[in-house]
């Protein structure tokens, strides 16, 4: 049973890159797509982006310019990186499994509330 | 982003059957599968059904449907700890990302 645990920095200043990353365990990281999604009382949940173990990677065109996702296979984890931040990046941030390409997510991390402020 | 439309709360007794709906298109709903995530009080959304099947561990009061464009999450006799926000999601090969429903209050009277 995979569970997925992620960690970051939760203040940010504007313009700084938001870091995060979420470890995976108990499963393969082989076959699975790992994403990470952000929710924001005003927009709701968003998805930002997504990669597999081979590297390969698809991010959504809204966010594809400040956007990358990267996996460290040797520790099982992946991680997201998003420059230059502002108040509108604001959310709580989750990394979620989906099994196929364009597969539902499960399961999710236990999100990561980022806060970007002055 | 949210092209998915989902009714804004639904309510029942202890026991009662509810039914949630998530409305898209042929973009998105029509052609992919359709997860459905529950979140208790802001905690960190938990998958109850993909496409229609159970993730394990998900109480088999949980059903999903779908017809044409609209998927459907019935819960077949409400607990108390089913109240909830419930969303949809599914990926869209037009816009080329996941969309996702803006929610489903659930509360159990």
């Known amino acids: 049973q995979v569970q997925l645990q992620q960690w970051g920095a939760g203040l940010l200043k504007p313009s700084e890159t938001l870091s995060l990353t979420c470890a995976v365990y108990?499963?393969?990281?082989?076959?699975?797509?790992w994403n990470w999604i952000r929710q924001t009382p005003g927009e709701g949940l968003e998805w930002i982006g997504k990669?597999?173990?081979?590297?390969?990677?698809k991010y959504n065109p809204s966010l594809k310019s400040r956007v990358t996702i990267s996996l460290d296979r040797s520790n099982n984890r992946f991680s997201l990186k998003l420059t230059s931040v502002t108040a509108a990046d604001t959310a709580v941030y989750y990394c979620?499994?989906?099994?196929?390409?364009?597969?539902?997510?499960?399961?999710w991390g236990q999100g990561t509330q980022v806060t970007v402020s002055s | 982003q949210s092209a998915l439309t989902q009714e804004a709360s639904v309510s029942g007794t202890v026991g009662q059957k509810v039914t949630l709906s998530c409305t898209g298109n042929n973009n998105n709903i029509g052609t992919y599968p359709v997860g459905w995530y529950q979140q208790i009080s802001h905690g960190a959304p938990k998958t109850v059904m993909i496409?229609?099947s159970l993730p394990s561990g998900i109480p088999d009061r949980f059903s999903g449907s779908k017809s044409g464009t609209t998927a459907s999450l019935t819960i077949s006799g409400l607990h108390p700890e089913d109240e909830a926000d419930y969303y949809c999601?599914?990926?869209?090969?037009?816009?080329?990302?996941?969309?996702f429903g803006t929610g489903t209050k659930v509360t159990v009277l």
């Open positions: 496409g229609n």
């Open positions: 979620a499994s989906a099994t196929d390409l364009r597969w539902p997510f499960d399961p």
């Open positions: 990669t597999d173990q081979s590297g390969f990677t």
């Open positions: 999601s599914s990926w869209d090969y037009s816009l080329n990302v996941y969309v």
């Open positions: 108990g499963g393969s990281f082989s076959g699975s797509y």
